[in-house]
């Protein structure tokens, strides 16, 4: 079993910059690909970003790419995702998702396990 644990989602600005976490716990966690979700109110969730376990490999959203950075530390057991020049359409509730590399990426993704959750609200 899995438990993923988002923080670090707030009020900022349109230009602003928030970084969220996942904090992971569980066994062989890092075996993991991480993935960032978002949903927006009124519509349907979408992929963000992904990371391959080792960190070795990102992929990310033609809407965020040159704004939003995927990170993580297997170390700490943690991922990131590092969000710059936010605009008010990136206001959604953020979720951290793990799997398999493979799945994580594709239309309609099949994700392992959720975090909960947490809300960023780009104002403008």
């Known amino acids: 079993q899995v438990q993923l644990v988002e923080s670090g989602g707030g009020l900022v600005q349109t230009g602003g910059s928030l970084r969220l976490s996942c904090a992971q716990s569980g066994r062989t966690v890092t075996t993991y690909a991480m993935g960032w979700f978002r949903q927006a109110p009124g519509k349907e969730r979408e992929f963000v970003a992904a990371?391959?376990?080792?960190?070795?490999?990102?992929y990310h959203a033609d809407s965020v790419k040159g704004r939003f950075t995927i990170s993580r530390d297997n170390a700490k057991k943690t991922a990131y995702l590092q969000m710059n020049s936010l605009k008010p359409e990136d206001t959604a509730v953020y979720y951290c998702?793990?799997?398999?590399?493979?799945?994580?990426?594709?239309?309609?993704?099949?994700?392992?396990?959720w975090g909960k959750g947490t809300l960023v609200t780009v104002s403008s």
């Open positions: 998702a793990a799997g398999t590399w493979a799945l994580l990426i594709i239309t309609p993704p099949r994700v392992s396990y």
């Open positions: 990371i391959t376990p080792s960190g070795s490999d990102t």
